[in-house]
């Protein structure tokens, strides 16, 4: 099982660059969501899915889009990239429903926007 | 709204316990996890514990849930060199949200 597969692992973008994070999971998990995490702040929802065609913003969405048009794929797109982006990326999915489904990370993303 | 906040730093010698803290605002939370981050990687679960119980002990681990406080603890006994990383404190709220504490960094002295 590959789990939780986030590409690229290291990116640098210019200001004003956009471009996509890409996030796959094999588990056939419904829920899926990317944080970001930066130093002393923990990790901060950027937006979730429940299921494919369901997006909802989390905690810090501005400067983000996200669309789910598979169950396994949800990629997140930077419109126009600003060092406040600055940051590790993390992909989680997990199950919904009953007992207690633990969330499986990707290995992250570092981007540097400059 | 949902916040869980712990302590950022603790320092321990090889050896000893360590306890790391967590305290959370959210009452209807069903679960209560623990996760581990090593440098360069992606958070791994360690434990968790369901809001109905006080204790769950699995090998060196030992967590603590005190409801009525809204407060979570992690003891590692006889921690390693190996358990340096940040620890992360999570609920789940919702059936499938989850909440993330700021996670505390555990240092471990030879």
């Known amino acids: 099982n590959a789990g939780v597969t986030q590409t690229p692992k290291f990116q640098v973008l210019k200001t004003g660059q956009s471009m996509t994070l890409q996030c796959a999971q094999d588990?056939?998990?419904?829920?899926m969501s990317w944080y970001r995490q930066d130093p002393g702040m923990g990790l901060r929802l950027i937006h979730y899915s429940v299921g494919a065609g369901i997006t909802d913003q989390g905690e810090v969405p501005n400067g983000y889009n996200v669309s789910r048009s598979t169950t396994e794929d949800f990629p997140l797109r930077l419109l126009s990239a600003a060092p406040s982006q600055t940051s590790v990326y993390f992909c989680?999915?997990?199950?919904?429903?009953?007992?207690?489904?633990?969330?499986?990370f990707g290995q992250g993303t570092r981007l540097t926007v400059v | 709204g949902e916040d869980v906040e712990q302590s950022l730093f603790l320092s321990v010698r090889e050896g000893d316990s360590s306890v790391i803290n967590c305290t959370y605002t959210?009452?209807?939370?069903?679960?209560l996890y623990w996760y581990k981050q090593e440098p360069g990687a992606g958070l791994q679960l360690l434990t968790y514990?369901?809001?109905?119980?006080d204790m769950k002990q699995d090998q060196r681990l030992t967590v603590l849930l005190n409801k009525k406080d809204k407060h979570l603890s992690l003891r590692i006994a006889d921690t390693q060199t190996g358990d340096s990383a940040i620890y992360f404190c999570a609920e789940r709220t919702g059936g499938f949200k989850t909440i993330f504490g700021a996670g505390t960094r555990l240092f471990v002295k030879a």
């Open positions: 989680a999915s997990s199950q919904i429903g009953g007992g207690a489904t633990e969330a499986f």
């Open positions: 588990m056939n998990h419904e829920y």
């Open positions: 959210d009452s209807s939370s069903t679960y």
């Open positions: 514990i369901f809001s109905n119980m």
